[in-house]
C-alpha cells in the first residue's frame, strides 16, 4: 500500500544544534517533494521545493536531500533557533496526471528547540 | 501574509446538516486547491479547481462539492455532515495546476460538528 511517513515522535533539540528531520514513502514516484512548515492554529507555510532529478537544494539555514532511490527525503535546519519550533510537513507532489496539483501530505513531525 | 482568506474562521454544526466554506486565492493564482486536516494529521487533499472546473479529486464522497468562480475565489460545501468531518479545511492557491510551485494556504476554517 501506499504510505508517506514522518518521524512519528516529537523532535527535541538545544538552540544552536542541526534539527534532521526525516520523510519515507513507499509506493509513490514523486516528481518533486516540497517541505511546509505549520504554526498551531495557522496554514502550512512553503519553505522548499526539491525535483525528482536533484539530489540537494539549500535555502538560508535550510536543507533538502531527495533519494529517489532508498524513497527518503531529509529535512536540515543548523543553527537551529527557538523561533524554528514549529511542524514541519513534507509533501509529494507531480504523481499522477490528471491529478491536478495534489500533494500528498506526511503527518507532520513536530519540532521544539529550547534556548 | 499569504493573501489567501477563509472564512469563517470557525464552525459549529450538527450532524446532518450543510456547511459552505469560503476562499479567497491570492492575487494573480487561477488555481484554488482544498485539503482537510484532522487533529494531529498533514493535510489530505479533497479537490482543485481550475478556471471554475473540477481538476482532480481525492478519496472524498460526493457530498463534498465546490466551486470556483470568475474571480478565482471558491467554495467548499459539505452536505450530511457526519462527526467525521470534524477538521481544520484548508484552502491552498497556486499558479498552475500540476506544476511544481508552491501553494500558498490560507489560515483554515475549523469545524466541529456535534
Known amino acids: 500500500s501506499q504510505k508517506i511517513e514522518q518521524n512519528s515522535e516529537a523532535l527535541n533539540i538545544q538552540e544552536g544544534k542541526t534539527a534532521t528531520l526525516t520523510c519515507n514513502y513507499t509506493?509513490?514516484?514523486?516528481?518533486?517533494l516540497q517541505w511546509y512548515r505549520q504554526d498551531p492554529g495557522r496554514g502550512p507555510v512553503f519553505l522548499l521545493l526539491i525535483r525528482e532529478n536533484e539530489k540537494e537544494k539549500r535555502k538560508e539555514r535550510l536543507k533538502v536531500t531527495f533519494d529517489t532511490t532508498l524513497k527518503q527525503s531529509l529535512f536540515h535546519i543548523t543553527a537551529s533557533q527557538p523561533a524554528d519550533s514549529a511542524t514541519y510537513l513534507c509533501a509529494l507532489g507531480g504523481l499522477i496526471y490528471n491529478q491536478g496539483g495534489k500533494l500528498i501530505f506526511g503527518q507532520g513531525t513536530e519540532l521544539s528547540v529550547k534556548p | 501574509e499569504t493573501g489567501v482568506t477563509q472564512s469563517p474562521t470557525h464552525l459549529i454544526k450538527t450532524r446532518g446538516q450543510q456547511v459552505t466554506l469560503r476562499c479567497s486565492s491570492q492575487s494573480g493564482h487561477n488555481t484554488v486547491s482544498w485539503y482537510q486536516q484532522a487533529l494531529g494529521q498533514g493535510p489530505q487533499f479533497i479537490f482543485q479547481y481550475y478556471r471554475e472546473e473540477e481538476n482532480g479529486r481525492g478519496n472524498f464522497p460526493p457530498r463534498f462539492s465546490g466551486l470556483q468562480f470568475p474571480n478565482y475565489s471558491s467554495e467548499l460545501n459539505v452536505n450530511a455532515l457526519e462527526l467525521d468531518d470534524s477538521a481544520l479545511y484548508l484552502c491552498?492557491?497556486?499558479?498552475?495546476?500540476?506544476?511544481?510551485?508552491?501553494?500558498?494556504f490560507g489560515p483554515g476554517t475549523r469545524l466541529t460538528v456535534t
Open positions: 509506493n509513490y514516484s514523486p516528481a518533486y
Open positions: 491552498a492557491s497556486s499558479h498552475i495546476p500540476g506544476s511544481p510551485y508552491e501553494q500558498y
